[in-house]
């Protein structure tokens, strides 16, 4: 599955616990990473400096759903909110 546009769930809705430039303590699930631009895109990708863990995320329709609303609905499911 490609990545969709506009989606940016997996920047916002699971936590990441490891450092990300800008939040050295990792996010909180529900929080917008600081490196999200306004039009949902990463400042950090491509960059030696992307954490490894979104380096490794690849879109699945299993976590992604088939639009940005049923992703957000499948973290809020995962997160038990």
């Given at each position: 599955m490609e990545?969709?546009?506009n989606c940016a769930a997996c920047c916002?809705?699971?936590s990441i616990s490891t450092?990300?430039?800008g939040m050295p303590g990792?996010?909180?699930a529900?929080?917008?990473?600081?490196?999200?631009?306004?039009?949902?895109k990463c400042k950090l990708f491509g960059?030696?400096?992307r954490p490894q863990v979104c380096i490794g995320f690849q879109p699945e329709e299993i976590v992604c759903g088939k639009n940005r609303e049923?992703?957000?609905k499948?973290?809020?499911w995962l997160l038990g909110t």
């Open positions: 990545c969709r546009p916002i809705f699971p450092p990300i430039p990792g996010k909180p529900m929080v917008p990473c600081v490196q999200l631009t306004e039009d949902l960059k030696p400096e049923e992703a957000e499948i973290f809020r």
